[in-house]
């Protein structure tokens, strides 16, 4: 099993709402990824977990708070978002160490915030 | 700090052609990892070939092999025998060793390629 499920695929939601976005791997991966992306865009690297502990923030708004409640699950909680933060968020995760440790990509969720 | 740099904003290329997609890259570490992944218009990022700093053989898989010319600081993906579903967003990146940036997956700007039938 070599897949990075991501949910939901689309969400749509106001200034005020708080929604989360949930991503799960089965691969016995101990790093894990959040990125977002906007259209014809690279990806940005927005937080990066490795054993379950945040060890990489990329100074980002505390409007979106990541968590690793377990080893298979990542969470990125979002709060009072503004519409520029509307764009594709990307979850990865990867194995931690050197070598060919590719990370494999969730297919995203699509938020817009109106 | 890790930089990816990639100067084909657009390619067109023939079905059945070849086709290569460059990208240089520079960084103080000295292991590293090259990787090229594909981005079709549904979002999903697609890993196609991995190169490490340390590998003497350029990396191959199947149509896809990576000319890694490492004094050079270039890792270029070439695509044999086009197909029309190569037709996509193709980013170049680089994941670092040690220190700061360990873990983090650096990323060029992309290159979309347009395959003819």
């Known amino acids: 099993d070599t897949e990075v499920t991501q949910t939901p695929k689309h969400l749509v939601m106001g200034m005020t709402n708080k929604k989360s976005l949930k991503c799960e791997q089965h691969?016995?991966?101990?790093?894990m990824y959040w990125y977002k992306q906007k259209a014809k865009k690279p990806p940005e690297l927005m937080f990066v977990?490795?054993?379950?502990?945040?060890?990489i923030n990329e100074s980002v708004p505390s409007r979106f708070s990541p968590e690793c409640p377990n080893s298979s699950l990542l969470n990125l909680h979002l709060h009072a978002l503004q519409p520029e933060d509307s764009a594709l968020y990307l979850c990865?995760?990867?194995?931690?160490?050197?070598?060919?440790?590719?990370?494999?990509f969730g297919q995203g969720t699509r938020l817009t915030v109106v | 700090a890790q930089k990816i740099t990639q100067t084909q904003p657009g390619m067109f290329v023939q079905e059945k052609e070849a086709v290569t997609l460059d990208c240089t890259y520079d960084?103080?570490?000295?292991?590293?990892?090259l990787f090229w992944y594909k981005q079709p218009s549904s979002g999903e990022m697609i890993f196609l070939i991995y190169?490490?700093?340390?590998?003497?053989q350029n990396a191959t898989e199947g149509r896809y092999s990576l000319n890694f010319q490492k004094a050079r600081k270039s890792a270029n993906l070439v695509i044999s025998a086009s197909q029309l579903g190569d037709s996509a967003m193709y980013f170049c990146?680089?994941?670092?060793?040690?220190?700061?940036?360990?873990?983090?997956?650096?990323f060029g700007q992309g290159t979309i390629l347009t395959v003819h039938p």
């Open positions: 990865a995760s990867s194995q931690t160490g050197q070598g060919p440790t590719e990370a494999f």
């Open positions: 691969m016995g991966h101990r790093a």
């Open positions: 977990y490795s054993y379950e502990k945040l060890s």
């Open positions: 960084t103080s570490d000295q292991s590293y990892g």
């Open positions: 190169q490490g700093s340390y590998d003497e």
């Open positions: 990146a680089m994941r670092g060793a040690g220190g700061t940036s360990y873990g983090k997956l650096t």
